[in-house]
C-alpha cells in the first residue's frame, strides 16, 4: 500500500497494480506520476488518477532516462 514515508518525482514511470479487498491483483499498468495543477498534487496520467490505499507502487524508472519501458504498452 502506498505510504506517505515514499516519495514520487514528477516523471517517474512506476508500475501499479490495483489490488482487490481479498488481495488479489486485479488490474496492472504502467503509469507515469505527473503534476497535476488544478488537484494541486501528483496523479498517475493513465486516466488521470490518484493515489489510493488500495495501489501498490513500484518506481521502474523515469521519463528521461527509461522512456522505452513506456513503449511496451
Given amino acids: ?11 517517474d514511470i512506476v508500475k501499479s497494480v490495483l489490488m482487490l479487498k481479498d488481495g488479489t491483483a486485479f488490474k496492472q499498468n504502467i503509469d507515469v506520476v505527473e503534476w497535476n495543477e ?4 501528483f496523479m498517475l496520467s493513465k486516466n488521470v488518477r490518484h493515489f489510493h490505499e488500495d495501489l501498490i507502487l513500484e518506481v521502474i524508472g523515469n521519463i528521461y532516462e527509461n522512456s522505452e519501458l513506456l513503449k511496451e504498452e
Fill in 38 to 41: 488544478i488537484e494541486c498534487s
Fill in 1 to 11: 500500500m502506498i505510504t506517505t514515508e515514499k516519495k514520487y518525482m514528477n516523471g
